[in-house]
Every structure is written in C-alpha cells, then in structure tokens.
C-alpha cells in the first residue's frame, strides 16, 4: 500500500515527494477519451506530411485560424464545407450526443481489459462537459446534449468498478480573461474549475495539459496540488501527470508521460525512476477523424504489441478512442479494443501488476519482451517463436508454462541462462493470437 506523508508544501520538492499511488503502477492499461464540439467537424488532414501533432482533429479551432501549412489545409477544409462565415462556436449545438450511452462505453472498456478511463473535462477551445460555474453557455449542460457527460460517465465507470479520471486544459486558446490577464484567469476561471471536478466527481486521475504557454509558478500549480494531496477528497488516491508548466515535463509532478512517443519533440523519457505512462490515438488523431481509413488505424495485433513494449519497460499505456459527436464510439475502435480484451483474458497477468524486470536489456530483442511479478518472469513473445527462447540472468527456474495452454512446454537451464522451446499447438489447444507468454516460476 502506497503511504502519504501527512502534508504537503506548495513547492516541488515537497510535492515530488508524493509517491504515486500504487493502484496506478497496477492497472498498467487505460482508455482515454477526447469527445468535444470539436466532434461535429471531426477532421484534419491525416494522410498529410505536416508532422504527429499537426494531425489532431481536435486542433480544429486553433487550425482554422493558424498561418502555417497545416492551418490552410484545415482552413481551406472548413471554407469548402461550412463556408468562411461559419464560426467554430456554430458547432456546438450540432454536439448533441444524443447516442451516448455511458453504460455501454463502460462496458466496451472493461471488456478491453482496461483498468481506468480518462475523459477530456477540458480540452483547449475551453468546451466543458460538466456544467462549470465558469464557463456558462459553454458546456455540455447549457448547449448542445443538455447533459452532464462527466457525471453520467463518471457514474458507470465506477459501477463497471474502473478507475476514472479526468483531463483537464490549462489554457484556453480565445478565453478573453486568459488573454488578457493570466492571474484572473488562473484565479478565478482555471483553479475554480479544477476543485469542482474534484469535489463534484472525485476522480481517481487528473491529467492536465496546456501548460506550455507559461511556467508552473503562473498556473499556481503546487498551491493547486497542495490541496489536492492535502485536503481534497480524494488526496489518497489520485494520481496525477507531469503537465504542470513549461518546466515541469519528465521532471515535476506525478507520473511522467509521453504521447506519440514523444515528449513535446524530443523523443521518449529514457529509463526514469517514476512512474510513466504512454497516450496516442488508436489512428493519428485523438479526437474523432471522420476521413481516417484503415490504413491510418493501428491493427489489432500492433496494439496489443504496442501495450506489451510499454508495460515491459516499466509504464503504462493510456489508448484513446474518439467518439462521434452523437455519442457513439466508431465500431472499428470497438472493435480493436475487444481484439485486445480477448488477448488480455488469456494473459492479462502478464500485465496487471507487474514490473520491469531489471535483467531485460541483457536480453534486448526485437520481439521478445519481459514483465515480473514477485519471484516470477514472465517472457511475451510477439512474434510466434519458431526457435527456442534464451533467456539470460536468471538465478532460477522453476516450472514453466505457456498461458492458456494446458499441456507442457519444455525447458532447461544451463547456468544463469534458461531455454525455452515452444510447444506444438493447435487450435483446439491454444486459442490465443497476437502475442505468446511464457510464465517462468521462481525465477527471480
């Protein structure tokens, strides 16, 4: 069980002191979910050379009115189709989610296997999905669905017994107070709204983003986080990210994260001692992209990898769908998600609660990968092993299985390496795919 010290001080040494709760380290897969007004154009120009981030339909608003490469394409799409006069706010009674059903989207992610659900609270154009005091005639409550998304999904994701989380803008591109003057803003709009999230649905994840406009002393984010793991309802348990200022990337914080791969441009973290979770879309786009084809989309197979090499080095990975603006989320991402549901029933222990195995680089290969829990390994090929599996550093070796096969695999160890060679199966003795995992007992 992850301990707390009793309080915390508004400064980052203090506030880095703060493990991470350990349920985080635990659950290692989660859904993340961008669904905004946004949702109604759902576009952005996927198949163009104009770099990762430049492919994000959620960027809508912000394209439209961008002087680069990305935003003519993005302008020229909504001229075409809406016409010049057409103003981003005009999408937002056509966000009408009127297909949306909290239930069943809670009920697709456990079947995925996930463990928690983060939800966009906020993205940029400062859209909200719960009715914030702060954003009236701005939210999903006063226009478009007429509902409170965050609270009835909030609702049956716990019931699905999910954790859930939310995400939350820092800034907001045209807030006039956010233009005009910062600390109103910080202090009347920004960190108002945050401690309504919290105490109105008490989330078992914060996710800011945003904070590059201005360091972490402007945002106030270690007062914010001061009450948070202080006085706030849920300050044993929430776990948060590193997006606290300009500063604070792989550095501040709660778990760190990278998106794409990246960390803004620079690629990945390396090896770090906290926490760490990957997000990327299941195509190019977080948010729904209506001219995506299958050719954008990750297959099956690529994301169940995609989860194996992210939990053997020692993260966790955060996989977004993008509804549609009435509220349904595309069959194909479904479709995906209970791909990797069905792997995860067969070697979901693999997963769940495991950690780096601290031997693996002596190991490195291109598709053999490696989590521990306790004393025992456990060996994830992505590709089927079509010759025996080596595996060096181990002090033991007790018996050896394959997951969701009953017969027996054969194996010997010869000094501190271990061999192992794949059984012959068949369909009506492994009905697994995507992925094969040996678990190797007291090993460690």
Known sequence: MTTFAQKYQPNWESINS??????????????????????????????ADIGVYAKY???????????????KLFRDY??????????????????KAQHFDPNHWADVFKRAGARYVVLTSKH??????????QSWNWNSVDIGPHRDLCGELTQAVKDAGLHMGFYYSLYEWYN????????????HHMIPQMKDLVNRYEPDVFWTDGEWDHPSETWKSTEFLAWLYNESPVKETVAVNDRWGKET???????????????????GIGEVERPWE????????????????LEHYMTSDALVDLLIEKVAAGGNLLLDVGPTSDGRIPVIQQQRLLDMGDWMNINGEAIYGTRRWENANM???????????????????????????????????????????NGRVRSRKSGDTLTITMPEITPATYQGKYAWVFRVKNAL
């Not at 349920?23 to 961008?34: A, L, Q």
């Not at 940029?124 to 005091?133: D, I, V, Y």
């Not at 990337?249 to 690629?267: A, C, Q, S």
């Open 18 to 47: 703060r493990p991470v709760p350990q349920w985080f380290e635990d659950v290692k897969f989660g859904i993340f979910i961008h669904w905004g007004v946004y949702s109604v154009p759902a576009w952005a120009p996927a198949s």
């Open 57 to 71: 339909s959620e960027w809508y608003w912000w394209r439209i009115n961008e002087d680069s490469k990305a935003g």
């Open 78 to 95: 909504h001229n075409s189709m809406y016409g010049e006069q057409f103003k981003y706010q005009d999408f937002a009674p056509q966000f």
């Open 124 to 133: 940029h154009e400062g859209f909200t999905l719960w009715p914030s005091e």
């Open 176 to 187: 006039p107070l956010y233009r005009n003057n910062i600390q109103n803003y910080v202090d």
């Open 249 to 267: 990337r792989g550095v501040h914080g709660g778990y760190f994260t990278t998106e794409y791969d990246m960390v803004h441009n620079n690629e």
């Open 278 to 293: 990957e997000c990327r879309g299941i195509g190019t786009s977080f948010g729904y992209n209506q001219i995506e084809t």
């Open 363 to 405: 190991n490195k290969s291109e598709n053999v990968f490696f989590t521990r829990k306790g004393n025992d390994l456990y060996v994830l090929c992505t590709e089927f092993p079509q010759s025996p599996v080596a595996v060096k550093g181990l002090k033991n070796a007790g018996e050896v299985t394959l997951l969701g096969y």
